[in-house]
C-alpha cells in the first residue's frame, strides 16, 4: 500500500472519530438523568448516538485496514490529529471557547503528527 494511501486511510478513520465525538456531545444534551440499563438503551439508541456509534465503528474498521498494512509507530500517532479535529469541530460546531494556551498544546501535536508522517 502506498504511504499516500495509507495516510490517507488513517486521516479518514481519524476523521470518523471525531465526527463521532461531536455527534455523541450534541446527542448526549440533556440526557442520562439517572444512570441504568435502561436509560442506557434508550440513550444508545437516540439518532445522534447511533450515529456517533456508526462512524466510532467505521473508524475502526477502516483502521485495522490501514494498520494491517502500516507500522503501528507510523499509524498510531495519527489519532492525535484527533485532538486538533475535535477541537476544531467543538469550536465550529457547538459553539465551545478554545483557550490559547490549549490551542498552543494542539499546535505542539498537529507538530508530532507531522514529524512523524514524515518520519
Same mark, same amino acid.
Given at each position: ?7 490517507? =486511510?488513517?486521516?479518514? #478513520?481519524?476523521?470518523?472519530? +471525531? ?7 450534541? !446527542? ?15 440513550v444508545f439508541l437516540t439518532p445522534k448516538i447511533a450515529g456517533g456509534l456508526v462512524c466510532y465503528f467505521g473508524s475502526?474498521?477502516?483502521? =485495522?485496514?490501514?494498520? #494491517?498494512?502500516?507500522?503501528? +509507530? ?7 490529529? !484527533?485532538y486538533a479535529l475535535v477541537t476544531f469541530l467543538s469550536w465550529l460546531i457547538l459553539k465551545e471557547k478554545i483557550s ?20
Amino acid at each position: 500500500m502506498s504511504l499516500l494511501l495509507t495516510v490517507g =486511510l488513517l486521516l479518514t #478513520s481519524v476523521t470518523l472519530g +471525531s465526527v463521532g465525538q461531536i455527534l455523541y456531545k450534541k !446527542g448526549l444534551k440533556g440526557k442520562f438523568k439517572k444512570v441504568d440499563v435502561k436509560e442506557i438503551i434508550k440513550v444508545f439508541l437516540t439518532p445522534k448516538i447511533a450515529g456517533g456509534l456508526v462512524c466510532y465503528f467505521g473508524s475502526a474498521v477502516i483502521y =485495522l485496514y490501514a494498520l #494491517s498494512r502500516a507500522q503501528l +509507530s507510523f499509524a498510531y500517532p495519527f489519532f492525535a490529529s !484527533g485532538y486538533a479535529l475535535v477541537t476544531f469541530l467543538s469550536w465550529l460546531i457547538l459553539k465551545e471557547k478554545i483557550s490559547k494556551v490549549r490551542l498552543f498544546g494542539v499546535a505542539i501535536i498537529i507538530c508530532g503528527v507531522v514529524l512523524v508522517g514524515f518520519s
